[in-house]
């Protein structure tokens, strides 16, 4: 007889459902099993109408993000042998977020909270395209390589009680990515992006829980850039301030 | 049909992770400083009604109660700085194209900082009291 671990799915089902409630799925145990395995499985052999997001199956494209025991993971990266010793597998759809069918996530708000940090090389003057690349020599690229490597997935935000509070709070992955242009010697749109910082929904919103750079699958740590925003925040009060008091500021 | 379920924050989701009471026990140590700043000030304003009232309240120190006071503060105030200075190279990041200095050198000047600031307070309380045993 094959081995067989139990999958706790939440499910929710607008047409029927108030609240969401959790169905028990036995799935053959598998070594290489991942979760999004699982619910592959369940989806295809048991019950067709579960809905969850996945594609690339391979950490990339981050759309299969869901809670695994309380934890927010991606469920193509994580396999149920890290799991044989509990008694069964909780399988949620994202903290923090809208659930719009059993472990599917409106992230929406997330996106929008993205393009509100005017993530791309922002120039004061534009060269044409015909000036060629802006150079970038290695050192350059490696201050903002890792806060670059951001999937879109959402589990920081699934992290993050503040985000949880507020959803108006910007949020780690947004935070990271404004940073990762900020620090980026190509761009000259920090001045731009500081209002977003300084914002009540900006950096300092963040209590450094810490949370969302442990659960980040591509170790962003969106905590630390969030962090090295509140003293850049800190330095254009400073420069702010000092121009007040020298009779150089025209706001 | 379009009905999302608006999931709300627990008032409980403090304790519902691993990761959420470290950080909790972190902000805790807030309490044990602001009980200790309270009895501070307390013997500071012992101090402006008068000698008697002020040796009222060092005699009050000695129960065992705010002895285990002053070793909680202690304990928290340790803990909130090891952990911050832990965190520190993270966040003051210095590596420009004039300017570069290593994580593990920003880390060990807070750590320098932190000791030499509290032996010099430890110091200055020995010099104080010796100055008042000689008198
Ligand atoms: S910062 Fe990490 S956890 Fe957050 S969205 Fe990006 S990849 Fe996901
Ligand atoms: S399926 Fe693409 S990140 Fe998991």
């Known amino acids: 007889m094959t081995e067989t671990v139990t999958v706790r799915v939440q499910r929710y089902r607008p047409e029927e459902d108030t609240a969401p409630w959790e169905q028990s799925f036995e799935v053959p145990y598998s070594e290489d099993l991942s979760i999004l395995d699982a619910l592959n499985q369940i989806k295809d052999q048991q019950d067709p109408t579960l809905s969850h997001r996945w594609s690339c199956r391979m950490a990339i494209c981050g759309s299969c993000g869901v809670m695994v025991n309380n934890e927010p993971k991606l469920s193509c990266k994580t396999f149920l042998r890290d799991y044989r010793e509990q008694a069964a597998v909780t399988v949620r759809a994202l903290d923090n977020f809208p659930i719009e069918r059993d472990l599917v996530s409106d992230i929406s708000g997330f996106i929008d909270h993205l393009e509100t940090v005017q993530p791309w090389l922002i120039r004061s003057e534009e060269q044409p395209v015909s000036a060629g690349a802006y150079p970038q020599t290695p050192e350059q690229m490696q201050r903002y390589a890792a806060f670059s490597q951001c999937i879109n997935c959402g589990l920081c935000y699934a992290a993050c009680p503040q985000f949880g509070r507020d959803p108006a709070f910007l949020g780690p992955g947004a935070l990271a990515l404004a940073q990762r242009y900020n620090l980026d010697s190509r761009d000259e749109g920090a001045a731009q992006r500081m209002q977003w910082l300084n914002a009540g929904e900006g950096v300092w919103s963040c209590t450094f829980v810490g949370y969302c750079s442990e659960v980040c699958p591509k170790d962003v740590d969106p905590a630390a850039a969030i962090n090295r925003g509140k003293v850049a925040s800190d330095i254009n009060y400073a420069v702010n301030l000092l121009n007040i008091l020298r009779g150089k500021d025209d706001a | ?135």
């Open chain 2, 1 to 135: 049909m379009h009905k999302p379920y608006i999931q709300r924050q627990r008032a409980d989701w403090w304790l519902r992770n691993p990761a959420y009471r470290r950080y909790m026990l972190r902000e805790a140590t807030a309490l044990p400083l602001f009980l200790y700043t309270l009895l501070l000030m307390s013997g500071l304003f012992q101090f402006t009604r008068g000698e008697a009232a002020f040796l009222q309240w060092l005699e009050m120190l000695r129960s065992p109660w705010l002895l285990a006071l002053h070793g909680l503060a202690l304990a928290a105030a340790l803990f909130h700085a090891v952990t911050w200075i832990a965190l520190v190279p993270k966040i003051l990041v210095i590596d420009t194209d004039r300017l570069r200095v290593s994580p593990a050198a920003v880390k060990l000047a807070h750590q320098v900082g932190a000791v030499v600031c509290n032996a010099g307070l430890l110091l200055l309380a020995v010099l104080l009291l010796r100055a008042a045993a000689g008198n």
